[in-house]
């Protein structure tokens, strides 16, 4: 029991520093469907596993190579403090089936809005990505 | 001025959905950094990482452990391999172009909503 949590754990981490996410759309759905939490429960246990700064080594990988706008990310994180509030306040009292649904959409949501913006990237050279320095 | 006001707004949006739905919020940041503020992926994946680095989820646990809802053991054990896996991740993502990057991660995402989705159907 022990090993498989800590192997999602591995699994989970791999993707964060592949992708920069924080891990909690992979964790939540492995604690759902292997650990058989609740998703109020995964979702609760998820945001927790989180408060430690566990993309840190990402985070230094990413800086050997500049590809890191702190400016940026110190402003989102204090929006995040109160958006993250937010969004506890509103999905405890939902029932647990709705709150699965709602995040399952919002994942697909999430994906095509992503892959249409690669496709786009293949036609024209890119000129999206000039803007993006710090 | 503009930028600092977009950076903050963008918080705010990933931070609703990190407190909703138990994710970090990268995944909602990365998009927005990508789509808004016209960051290349590998950018938006790096600074995502830095607005995670704080505990910006803390008020959104607290909200959760007093419904109960915090498995304390479980997300103690997750920890170090989130830790050694990022480090691992990030150095595969150094060898990989943006373009595939961002398929992969769509691709990823979509398989995990339909999990989510038709799963729970199946289990009742």
Known sequence: MAIVVLLIGLCAGI???LLGIGGGVVLV?????LLHLDQHAAQGTSLFVLLPPIGLGALLEYRKKGAV???AGIY????MLLGGYLGGRIAVPMSSFLLTQFFGVFLMLSALLLWSKASKQATPPQASSAEGGA | ME??????FAGIVGGIASGLFGIGGGIVLIPIFGLLLGFDQHRAQGTSLVALIPPTGLLAVLAYAKA???HWLTGALLIPGLFLGGILGAKIARRIEPRRMRQAFA????LLGAWQVFGNWNHG
């Not at chain 2, 691709?107 to 979509?110: K, S, T, Y």
Request: hydrophobic content about 55%; aromatic content about 14%.
């Open chain 2, 68 to 70: 109960g809802y915090v």
């Open chain 1, 69 to 71: 706008d702190f400016h």
């Open chain 2, 3 to 8: 930028r600092t006001a977009g950076f903050l």
């Open chain 1, 29 to 33: 759905p492995a604690l759902v469907h």
């Open chain 1, 76 to 79: 989102c994180a204090a929006g």
């Open chain 1, 15 to 17: 993707l964060v520093g």
């Open chain 2, 107 to 110: 691709a990823l995402l979509f």
